[in-house]
């Protein structure tokens, strides 16, 4: 009986297999080696950076210091935020100084959960309430495991790092004792680096806006309230706070038609340029103090 011959692949086929192992390890060098790179780069200039995360319909939203000190306000609708904040930071950094949770709706809190596990944060910045959702109660047992030290927010608080200073600008005490929306009770956070101001309105509508329009100043950068919904975003709150660029945080082809057409047509009638995470991806906002630029932050994934 004559012996099978011994089965040769062609040099093609060899070709291709050390084509794609060669093509899967570079993208795995890529992804290794991007935050690193992406850090040494920024440490050239101290400035103030802010990255608006792409993390589908939700907020999630990183403040880094000229001197490397880094706040998130709040953590996103999933573990996203897990994937984003080892490319924004050193390989090996740990630890946040400081999360804000605007309210507790779970599009902004549920990747909380999950970097409470995974990072050392010195302080939470929060209102108290809680609501009625279902991840609050996993957030607040995680916030009691770790340890982290509780900090109550309201209207009027300031704090300052490195040059940075965080106004608080709502809710007020008063107003906690009566309101049942949770939209309205979100922290709203001004961000001050020299002549750079950042406004973050978490879903704060229609009513806070009010308030804000008499308090907030003119801004550079807005983030919009509510992702864009039309509860948000007011003519009257536009004109008295002047936006040059405005920041919209939604998902791709979401449920709730986010952002809202009405809200768009409100942001071209005030002249604001507008970047959104559903067309744009992860965005990058950088200040020295004198001057900023928001750019897409290209981030691998």
């Given at each position: 009986m004559s012996?099978?011959?011994?089965?040769?692949?062609?040099?093609?086929?060899?070709?291709?297999?050390?084509?794609?192992?060669?093509?899967?390890?570079?993208?795995?060098?890529?992804?290794?080696?991007f935050p690193l790179f992406s850090r040494l780069a920024s440490a050239r200039a101290p400035a103030l950076r802010v990255w608006f995360f792409d993390v589908g319909q939700g907020d999630a939203t990183l403040i880094e210091t000229p001197l490397g000190r880094q706040v998130l306000v709040d953590g996103g609708p999933d573990r996203t935020i897990l994937q984003k904040l080892p490319q924004t930071m050193w390989p090996w950094d740990r630890t946040l100084d400081a999360v804000v949770i605007t309210h507790p709706d779970a599009d902004h809190i549920t990747g909380l959960t999950s970097v409470l596990e995974q990072y050392d944060v010195a302080a939470i910045y929060e209102t108290g309430v809680r609501g009625g959702t279902p991840m609050i109660a996993g957030l607040v047992s995680a916030m009691a495991t770790e340890g982290a030290r509780m900090k109550p927010v309201r209207a009027g608080q300031s704090f300052e790092m490195d040059g940075v200073i965080f106004d608080v600008l709502w809710p007020t005490e008063a107003f906690l004792q009566k309101e049942r929306d949770r939209n309205n009770t979100s922290v709203v956070l001004r961000v001050r680096y020299g002549s750079t101001t950042l406004l973050l309105t978490g879903d704060a509508e229609e009513s806070v806006e009010a308030v804000m329009a008499r308090s907030a100043g003119d801004v550079d950068v807005l983030k919009v309230g509510h992702h864009g919904s039309r509860t948000s975003t007011t003519a009257k709150f536009l004109q008295a706070v002047t936006p040059e660029e405005v920041v919209i945080s939604a998902g791709e082809d979401n449920r709730y038609g986010h952002p809202h057409p009405i809200v768009l047509a409100r942001l071209r009638e005030a002249g604001a340029r507008v970047s959104r995470t559903d067309q744009d991806g992860d965005l990058l906002l950088v200040s020295d103090g004198a001057s900023y630029s928001l750019t897409p932050a290209f981030l691998p994934f």
């Open positions: 012996k099978r011959p011994p089965l040769r692949r062609s040099p093609a086929r060899r070709g291709q297999r050390i084509a794609s192992h060669a093509l899967l390890i570079a993208c795995a060098f890529v992804l290794l080696i």
